[in-house]
């Protein structure tokens, strides 16, 4: 059985950085996908930032220049760094690995991030 659990959310002013992680335990054969996903107040959940199985990344329109995803193999972790921190960026984070042929979903149970102004 696979847990990703997330670390890193809380308060910060509007310009600050925050650095999201996401440690998996459990045996992971094939990961397809690592990503980021965020709810905020009243809204749907979006995909912020995704890592692929080759490396490559893309991110939501709104975080480009601003936001990096990156992994730690051995840690078997993934990181969200968040700069230039807005109160729009304001939400609930959550990872997410697809794994496997069956591309099966994994999420943490989410941190929140508060941007005040």
């Known amino acids: 059985q696979v847990q990703l659990v997330e670390s890193g959310g809380g308060l910060v002013q509007a310009g600050g950085s925050l650095r999201l992680s996401c440690a998996a335990s459990?045996?992971?054969?094939?990961?397809?996908?690592m990503g980021w996903y965020r709810q905020p107040p009243g809204k749907q959940r979006e995909l912020v930032a995704a890592?692929?199985?080759?490396?490559?990344?893309n991110y939501a329109d709104s975080v480009k220049g601003r936001f990096t995803i990156s992994r730690d193999t051995a840690k078997n972790t993934v990181y969200l760094q968040m700069n230039s921190l807005k109160p729009v960026d304001t939400a609930v984070y959550y990872c997410?690995?697809?794994?496997?042929?069956?591309?099966?979903?994994?999420w943490g149970q989410g941190t929140q991030v508060t941007v005040s102004s």
């Open positions: 459990g045996t992971i054969f094939s990961i397809n996908t």
């Open positions: 997410n690995w697809n794994v496997g042929s069956r591309f099966y979903d994994y």
């Open positions: 890592m692929h199985s080759g490396g490559s990344t």
